[in-house]
């Protein structure tokens, strides 16, 4: 049986109650910078699939690339926690923020290389070592921000933290497209060369971040030597939540790394790259809103106060957006009253939420295969909004209950974004041979399964769940 060591580790505010505020908006920078970078992928896909004359499974290895990195440095991480002891419980949550913030920085800085000797498989290289880094400040910052509060409101702290997220890939798509395929795209150089000076700026931001977290100081919540041990794997519900991530993660990559094609089909919208990416911002921009959404429905807030925010919320960005170039039009304000009635269906469990929600992820999806033109078009652009609290629940329901072993659950959680290496070229390779509309059977098959995990998965082996995971 594992055993802790340390003191500070019976000091979980889920266990006391207490909250950080101040170190939950720190992190929150984090969750930010890595929305912003991870989007960039999907600007990167078109761009090395038109400068290398690639075909769909072959721009998809970015992806692969920089998500089966997830599933490398987790499997590491797991396999040291397992024959040595937990990792984190021993160099500290703020530790682990900054091993993996200059792992990243190191991945970006060979975009300049990758880009001046104009190869495609150094990119994937480079993609890899971003990839390593952020396996481990997912590692570490998504367990800590389920800890610094009461365990109840678990999921929705990880959804405030997610907005944030969130926030990052919403502007992420608007300054990528303008940076990528216009600002630095010189006529007559080769593609590849407007991506240089983005992800060496990364670089510097990520080193810079790095030098920030080592100085400052965070409380040691939760933190204490674990002897070793795959105690994780005792919990069904947490073996079931790695598949759930799997599916979450692949399914809402799929369709990301897919919409600027999608929409560029004369059958759907005939939209150029640069205006496509427009509306990428959009897919991105309604998990914004939702998460933000979703942090208030799932919160302790007075009934009243839920029910204004769930309205101010969608409408704000409905007006908000235009102003920042991302286009909203009438045709999305059915998509953001659905969205504020599920939530009412939802009643504030994590649960039932995700089964909702997912649940109608299927029938957009099968509405899109089904259809062409602009209801196509509308069906995939407002999946951003139901997908938005997939991660977040995920995680808290499969993090609930299980202890001193939040972070060897958090590593095989973080692992199963493998989802997003391998179901972005399984579509791709579908897209090749049926054409892409059929290939969304990928991400329409994934969140059959997620929803499966809000409505029962996430309660097998569970004896005492708690009402919130209900």
């Not at 009934?303 to 309205?311: A, G």
């Amino acid at each position: 049986m594992a055993t802790i060591t340390s003191t500070t580790a019976n000091s979980t505010s889920g266990n006391n109650g207490q909250s950080y505020r101040g170190p939950f908006a720190i992190m929150t920078v984090l969750f930010f910078m890595w929305g912003f970078m991870t989007v960039f992928n999907d600007i990167l896909i078109p761009r090395f699939k038109e400068a290398f004359t690639l075909n769909y499974f072959q721009a998809m290895l970015v992806q692969f690339a920089f998500f089966g990195a997830y599933f490398v440095g987790s499997l590491i991480y797991f396999a040291i926690s397992v024959t040595t002891g937990d990792p984190i419980a021993r160099i500290g949550y703020k530790n682990g923020v900054v091993i993996g913030l200059l792992i990243a920085a190191a991945g970006s800085a060979l975009f300049l290389p990758a880009a001046s000797l104009v190869s495609y498989p150094l990119f994937l290289v480079a993609l890899f070592i971003v990839g390593l880094g952020f396996a481990m400040l997912q590692i570490a910052a998504n367990p800590y921000v389920t800890i610094l509060g009461p365990e109840r409101t678990a999921s929705s702290r990880l959804n405030l933290a997610q907005a944030f997220n969130s926030f990052g890939t919403t502007i992420g798509p608007l300054i990528g497209g303008y940076l990528i395929f216009q600002y630095f795209a010189r006529s007559g150089a080769h593609g590849t060369d407007s991506v240089k000076v983005p992800y060496l700026a990364f670089s510097l931001i990520f080193l810079l971040l790095a030098v920030i977290f080592f100085f400052i100081k965070l409380p040691q919540v939760g933190e204490g030597k674990i002897e070793p041990g795959a105690g994780a794997l005792q919990h069904p519900h947490v073996i079931l939540g790695v598949l759930a991530i799997f599916m979450y993660v692949g399914g809402e990559v799929s369709i990301g790394s897919s919409i600027i094609n999608f929409l560029g089909q004369k059958s759907v919208a005939g939209l150029s790259a640069l205006d496509a990416s427009k509306y990428v911002s959009l897919f991105w921009g309604g998990m914004l809103i939702g998460r933000f959404m979703g942090s208030v429905e799932l919160s302790e807030m007075k009934t009243r106060n839920k029910q204004l925010l769930l309205v101010a919320l969608p409408v704000a960005g409905y007006f908000v957006y235009p102003l920042a170039g991302i286009p909203t039009e009438p045709k999305y304000l059915p998509l953001l009253a659905l969205c504020w009635l599920l939530f009412q269906f939802g009643r504030a469990l994590a649960g039932r939420t995700l089964f909702i929600f997912s649940g109608t992820i299927v029938l957009l999806l099968l509405l899109a295969m089904i259809q062409g033109g602009p209801l196509a078009m509308w069906c995939i652009i407002g999946i951003g909004l139901f997908t938005s609290i997939g991660w977040s629940n995920i995680f808290s329901l499969a993090l609930d209950g299980t202890g001193v072993y939040k972070s060897q659950v958090s590593s095989l959680l973080v692992m199963a974004i493998l989802g997003g290496a391998l179901l972005p070229p399984l579509q791709g390779k579908i897209a090749d041979l049926a054409g892409l509309r059929i290939s969304y059977m990928v991400p329409l098959v994934a969140y059959g399964y997620v929803a499966f995990y809000g409505l029962i998965g996430h309660k097998v082996g569970r004896k005492n769940a708690l009402p919130a995971a209900a």
